[in-house]
């Protein structure tokens, strides 16, 4: 088998790919598009118009002789019902943390403090994209408040920092208020990914010591599949080599998330087709494409670099193919239909961060606010089908829990291909979670999602839910959250009173 790895035969093999690339996209009758296409079209759907590509400020010089880490407590303008509110009392802050791994970059994040307990868990939220803001997820899904249309902000009543000490962080370089001044800090993969967060995560314990006891959880969405597991494995392997400050990582979490590509691209089709947005003449047609998109991701692997572009490519079509046959679908909720270019509508978040009062209040300085960058987009292309799902089991083995959720009426990390990688995963528990039975997850004495899970590992399959489940299913979301961190989510969080009162 050696000769199948020598750089002979890898490039008689992207050869290969590359000239049946053509023949499918003429079986497949949808042209190949640009990366730089499918950045602009993402960022246009949500109705996002960031004034730059990507954040490299080239006054950015005057920050670097400030500390390493600067944290200011602050209070929003215009947060309706806290005109009392101290910011003491408020627990919110905003900071700026230079990468020391970087030549002159900063990552922005907030900090909420729980409304509940200081010793609730610590939570970090990281946004997909690749290159979109984590505030996305904090105005729209579940941070403490929502925007309201006049730009006030309102307290989100199932905010997850009703359970949580919240982190949301503006990563990878470039993207949300995380800038440099220095082009060669734009990140490529998930090496570059995690140390920026570990390194982060070490100086925000640093600076609240009495937090690096809680328990630590990683959450976030969609392409934070790929961020999610490499961070998990970079704490975990800080934690072993006694690198640091000890991070008390105790689960992680995916949201609709692309994590193993070979097998969720595969889904594709057949959850277009079960859904009844493609029919099984289309389904055939296009699932044709699928043998070499699945020889390409294979080499690609876990660290394959032209391949991996290679791979893109090829599979992307398979993706293009359907949107083509479904017309003005929106790919992260095929319930609903994208009006022209756009299938939501989030710009209300860029007003609302461009204010000059909300920006003194967040001492971003002259720094513009990138919603998503099609720049890091772009830049992390090469990252886009290697495989993340190869660190899992050696976290599971050590007892660290992953919940895998994901919104039913979700196409572009749809639950299927989501449930197919985390059932073929190999750990030692595997054939118990295979034969573990579907369990209701109930939400007010009702059903608001289906639960399979085994000792460290759950799957929870979320009703009435597109790509954003915080954002269509907030008070399940955090319910799940909830049972998930304390105890189980098949358990019904049990109230001691109830109990005591009903015996
Ligand atoms: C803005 O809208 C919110 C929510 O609808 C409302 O509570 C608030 O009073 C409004 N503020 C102003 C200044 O109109």
């Not at 989100?156 to 359970?163: P, Q, R, T």
């Amino acid at each position: 088998m050696k000769g199948y790895s020598s750089p002979a035969f890898l490039s008689l093999f992207l050869l290969l790919l590359l000239s049946s690339l053509s023949s499918v996209v003429a079986l497949l009758r949808a042209p190949p598009r640009l990366p730089s296409l499918y950045a602009e079209k993402l960022i246009r759907q949500l109705n996002l118009f960031p004034d730059e590509p990507v954040n490299i400020a080239a006054n950015a010089g005057r920050f670097l002789d400030a500390p390493r880490l600067v944290e200011r407590r602050f209070k929003f303008p215009n947060l309706v019902g806290s005109t009392d509110a101290s910011v003491r009392e408020l627990g919110h802050h905003a900071g700026y943390y230079q990468i020391p791994r970087s030549h002159a970059a900063r990552m922005f994040y907030f900090f909420f403090e729980s409304r509940h307990s200081t010793q609730d868990p610590v939570v970090i939220w990281l946004t997909g994209g690749p290159g979109c803001s984590s505030e996305m997820a904090l105005f729209y899904e579940n941070g403490p408040f929502t925007i309201a249309n006049n730009l006030s902000l309102v307290w989100n009543e199932y905010g997850w920092d009703k359970v949580s000490n919240i982190l949301y962080v503006d990563q990878p370089i470039g993207t949300g208020f995380s800038f440099s001044s220095d082009r060669r800090d734009i990140r490529h993969n998930e090496k570059g990914v995690s140390d920026d967060l570990f390194d982060f995560l070490q100086a925000f314990f640093k600076e609240h010591p009495h937090l690096a006891k809680n328990d630590f959880y990683i959450t976030g969405e969609s392409y934070a599949g790929h961020y999610i597991p490499a961070l998990a494995a970079r704490v975990h392997q800080g934690n072993k080599a006694k690198e640091g400050i000890h991070v008390n990582l105790k689960g992680f979490a995916i949201g609709n998330g692309l994590t193993d590509p070979a097998i969720q691209y595969g889904a594709y089709a057949d959850y277009a087709m079960d859904m009844g947005i493609i029919t099984q003449t289309e389904h055939d047609r296009i699932n044709k494409a699928l043998p070499l998109c699945e020889s390409a991701v294979k080499l690609c692997g876990t660290d394959g670099t032209i391949s991996c572009m290679a791979a893109y490519f090829v599979c992307n079509t398979i993706f293009s193919a359907i949107i083509a046959r479904a017309g003005d679908v929106n790919y992260y909720d095929i319930r609903k239909k994208c009006e022209g270019n756009l299938c939501y509508d989030f710009s209300n978040l860029e007003k609302f961060l461009n204010q000059q009062p909300v920006r003194d209040a967040l001492g971003v300085g002259d720094v513009q606010f990138v919603s998503c960058s099609s720049t890091v987009y772009q830049a992390m292309l090469m990252d886009w089908m290697r495989n993340l799902e190869v660190g899992i089991p050696a976290l599971l083995e050590d007892g660290v829990k992953l919940l895998v959720y994901a919104g039913e009426y979700d196409l572009i990390c749809n639950w299927l291909g989501n449930s197919r990688w985390v059932h073929a995963m190999e750990w030692s528990g595997q054939k118990e979670f295979i034969a573990a039975s579907e369990v209701p997850f109930e939400v007010d004495g009702s059903e608001a999602g289906v639960l399979t899970s085994h000792g460290p590992l759950s799957f929870l399959k979320v009703h009435d839910a597109g790509h954003m489940v915080p954002m269509d299913q907030p008070k399940a979301s955090l319910e799940m959250l909830k049972r998930w961190m304390h105890s189980s989510l098949s358990r019904q969080a049990v109230d001691p009173e109830a109990l005591v009162s009903s015996m």
